[in-house]
T-cell receptor, first 113, second 112 residues
Framework: SQTIHQWPATLVQPVGSPLSLECTVEGTSNPNLYWYRQAAGRGLQLLFYSVGIGQISSEVPQNLSASRPQDRQFILSSKKLLLSDSGFYLC????????????FGPGTRLTVT | QKEVEQNSGPLSVPEGAIASLNCTYSDRGSQSFFWYRQYSGKSPELIMSIYSNGDKEDGRFTAQLNKASQYVSLLIRDSQPSDSATYLCAVNIRGGYQKVTFGTGTKLQVIP
């Protein structure tokens, strides 16, 4: 069966500090990978998605970036965090074939202070 | 008009009743529809998918799709306190299957 891991589970970072969140998937190959952010009391916002190694589509222009160095690894980064970057960051994987159901990891709760 | 709309609730139902959660979407070309359950502080969990008009049943859950009316719903029979959560509707918008758009969710409270 497929498993998706995210770490860290929680993170408190000062404004202006860098960020690196990692997501890995087990039990499937060539998945679609997604980064979402959920701000307090708000819906899920798609930040990036990837259909293959090195292929990144950005949905929202901002100070975040994503990379996919390996088939089942997806990384979310920032060089300088803003207060508005606080939120619940969720990685998801999809089959890459229609209808492409998506399955979420446990998430990272980021607080920027 | 939002691409995927849900009433934020809270929707309160007594234990044992039927909970009805609704979702409308803007893109007539949408083909895939999903319901996720999200407990407070946790990540969303996929509970139902539906792709054809009509009803799809899975245990106590029934998803209903009406593409002509651009409407998808989730019924939860014999509601339990453990069903108390936020339910997110997700739809593939603007064609393609790589991405879905989520509604903001409906908070369900099942009263014992």
């Amino acid at each position: 069966s497929q498993t998706i891991h995210q770490w860290p589970a929680t993170l408190v970072q000062p404004v202006g500090s860098p960020l690196s969140l990692e997501c890995t998937v087990e039990g499937t190959s060539n998945p679609n990978l997604y980064w979402y952010r959920q701000a307090a009391g708000r819906g899920l916002q798609l930040l990036f998605y990837s259909v293959g190694i090195g292929q990144i589509s950005s949905e929202v222009p901002q100070n975040l970036s994503a990379s996919r160095p390996q088939d089942r690894q997806f990384i979310l980064s920032s060089k300088k965090l803003l207060l508005s970057d606080s939120g619940f960051y969720l990685c998801a994987w999809g089959t890459g074939r229609t209808p492409n159901e998506q399955y979420f990891g446990p998430g990272t709760r980021l607080t920027v202070t | 008009q939002k691409e995927v709309e849900q009433n934020s609730g809270p929707l309160s139902v007594p234990e044992g009743a039927i909970a009805s959660l609704n979702c409308t979407y803007s893109d007539r070309g949408s083909q895939s529809f999903f319901w996720y359950r999200q407990y407070s502080g946790k990540s969303p969990e996929l509970i139902m998918s539906i792709y054809s008009n009509g009803d799809k049943e899975d245990g106590r859950f029934t998803a209903q799709l009406n593409k002509a009316s651009q409407y998808v719903s989730l019924l939860i029979r014999d509601s339990q306190p453990s069903d108390s959560a936020t339910y997110l509707c997700a739809v593939n918008i603007r064609g393609g299957y790589q991405k879905v758009t989520f509604g903001t969710g409906t908070k369900l409270q099942v009263i014992p």
